[in-house]
C-alpha cells in the first residue's frame, strides 16, 4: 500500500512538471512558428550559413547580426541565393574601433 502511494505521489508530481515546462516552453517572446530556431544557422566565430526560405526575406541581416554578436563582431551578409535548399552566407568581422 505505501509504495503505490509512493508512485503515484512520484507521478504526479513528474506529471506537474512536464506540463509546466510545457507552458513555459511557449512564453520565450517570440513568434516560434515564424523565427528560425538557432540551429539552422551553422558556423562559427568567423561566419556562417542560414537556409534560404522566403518567409524571412528582410530578416537576413538581423539574424546574421544576432549569430556574429555572440562573439562581440559585427556582421555581413555575402550571398543571397533565393532558390530553396540554397543558403544565405555572411562573414563576422572585427569592430574596426577595437584594438586587440
Request: proline residues 5%.
Amino acid at each position: 500500500m505505501r509504495r503505490n502511494t509512493l508512485i503515484a505521489v512520484v507521478m504526479s508530481v513528474l506529471l506537474v512538471l512536464c506540463a509546466g515546462g510545457v507552458a513555459l516552453a511557449g512564453l520565450d517572446g517570440r513568434e516560434w512558428w515564424r523565427t528560425p530556431p538557432e540551429w539552422w544557422i551553422r558556423g562559427n566565430d568567423t561566419g556562417g550559413t542560414i537556409p534560404y526560405s522566403p518567409d524571412l526575406e528582410g530578416t537576413y541581416h538581423e539574424l546574421a547580426a544576432v549569430y556574429c554578436a555572440r562573439w562581440g563582431r559585427l556582421s555581413h551578409v555575402t550571398g543571397v541565393h533565393r532558390q530553396y535548399g540554397d543558403y544565405i552566407s555572411f562573414v563576422c568581422i572585427d569592430k574596426p574601433w577595437m584594438i586587440h
